[in-house]
């Protein structure tokens, strides 16, 4: 049986967008998948996007749909896509629009997941309520903006020894907030106190913001409060479907969805791209990467239809 769509795109974040802009251009039939927000849906705006540095994450999104309309073989739909297996030389997708709407079954002859990953922020509250304005994860996207004023950086161990010490390029005022023990080396205080980031190891009961989300301030156990402009953390993450797991994929230790030099996971005829495979994270990479999965894409689809 024929297949409908060459490439199914899971996703419609950087990484898909930016697949199915390459595969329209090479005249491939795609089908866009688009599940919903995408992962920095709370931030104001996307720093460091070349052409595009603060632009807002809805904006950057509603300009990649734009740009896609030239190119007529590929379709966008509104579709949270539940289910992939195998079906002959392709795959069969099961997905839904909402969740009132009849499920809908795509062929495809690859599939590309783009579908991102989510943080998983402390339990405490403030975390949800200002993450992307008063708390953030990557001084790379948000440290020039918050650059010189009083910060904090949230977690333990090693993690917290490392991302304060980054920090503490964009301000000389830093503070490592462990919220209890914070399993710091004796090392590691050494290499804080050179850098003059102090440690506060007090339980922390929430945090203070403002109406425009931005951090107040840090509320400990005991009552007492401090004073800061943002706070930093490295969150865990996991994966934004569990696609690639049902498929049984490989994931790396960290967590990511394992790729070839060609975007292949371990499971022949299914690609991935962006945040969802090992790597840096961030809104150019995934472009850049769901530009280059969609070129390995076409490469290996014009291989088996010209064959030797
Ligand atoms: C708060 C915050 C701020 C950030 N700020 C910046 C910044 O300033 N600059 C920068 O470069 N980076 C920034 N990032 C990182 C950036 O958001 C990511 O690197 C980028 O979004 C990754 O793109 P992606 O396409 O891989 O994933 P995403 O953008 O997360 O897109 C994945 C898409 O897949 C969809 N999806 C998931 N499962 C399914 C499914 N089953 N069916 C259909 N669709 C599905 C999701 O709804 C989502 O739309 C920020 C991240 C966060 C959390």
């Not at 509250?125 to 650059?147: A, K, M, T």
Request: glycine share 12%.
């Amino acid at each position: 049986m024929e297949c409908t769509y060459d490439v199914l795109i899971i996703g419609a974040g950087s990484a898909g967008l930016a697949a199915a802009l390459t595969l329209g251009r090479c005249l491939r039939r795609v089908l866009l998948a688009d599940g919903g927000p995408p992962r920095n849906e709370a931030s104001p705006g996307v720093h460091g996007f070349l052409t595009r540095d603060g632009i807002r994450p809805a904006e950057l999104l509603r300009l990649g749909h734009e740009q896609l309309r030239p190119y007529k073989t590929v379709e966008v739909q509104c579709l949270q896509i539940e289910s992939i297996a195998r079906q002959g030389r392709g795959f069969v997708a099961t997905g839904h629009g909402t969740a009132d709407d009849a499920p809908v079954m795509v062929t495809a002859r690859r599939v590309l997941l783009a579908t991102g990953v989510s943080d998983i922020l402390p339990a405490l509250p403030g975390f949800r309520e200002l993450w992307g304005r008063g708390v953030l994860h990557c001084p790379y996207c948000h440290g020039w903006e918050v650059r010189g004023r009083p910060l904090a950086v949230y977690g333990q161990g090693r993690t917290v020894t490392g991302l304060a010490l980054l920090v503490s390029r964009w301000s000389p005022d830093v503070i490592v907030v462990t919220d209890g023990p914070g399993h710091l080396t004796p090392n590691a205080r050494r290499r804080l106190r050179r850098e003059k980031i102090g440690i506060r190891e007090e339980p922390v009961a929430r945090l203070i913001g403002s109406a425009g989300q931005e951090l107040r301030c840090i509320e400990f156990a005991d009552g007492s409060q401090l004073e800061r402009a943002a706070l930093f953390l490295h969150a865990p993450q996991h994966q934004r479907s569990p696609l690639a797991s049902n498929l049984g994929a490989r994931f790396t230790n960290s967590g990511a969805v394992w790729v070839d030099k060609n975007a292949q996971t371990s499971v022949p005829g299914i690609y991935a791209a962006g945040d969802t495979t090992p790597g840096t994270q961030q809104a150019l990479l995934a472009a850049a990467a769901g530009n280059q999965a969609a070129i390995c894409l076409n490469e290996n689809l014009t291989r088996e239809e010209c064959p030797r």
